[in-house]
């Protein structure tokens, strides 16, 4: 949908630039306590911006960290800050 109007999907979905390299999960991790908008395991075209922290995924906006992501997460690419 996004390349269709001319819109970078990753601004559309985190609402701020992510670099253009995926690397995949199985083979790097991104750093620790990283943004990054991930590609998920399960359904074609499906993403989502999580943050890194110990092995897991967690919600952006959730600052409680027993708020764990349940998420399968096939490739990344880190978010760029504002």
């Known amino acids: 949908m ?4 001319g819109i970078d999907p ?3 979905i985190a609402d701020h630039p992510a670099c253009s390299i995926w690397h995949k999960y199985t ?3 991104p750093p620790e ?7 998920l395991c ?5 993403y989502g911006e999580y943050i890194y922290k110990g092995g ?3 919600f ?3 600052d409680d960290e027993a708020c764990e992501a349940n ?5 990344w690419t880190e978010v760029i800050p504002e």
């Open 2 to 5: 996004a390349a269709s109007v």
């Open 10 to 12: 990753f601004e559309m």
């Open 27 to 29: 083979e790097e991790r």
């Open 33 to 39: 306590d990283a943004r990054v908008l991930c590609k």
């Open 42 to 46: 399960g359904c074609a075209g499906r």
């Open 56 to 58: 897991k995924w967690y």
């Open 60 to 62: 952006p906006d959730l």
């Open 71 to 75: 998420i399968l997460v096939s490739a």
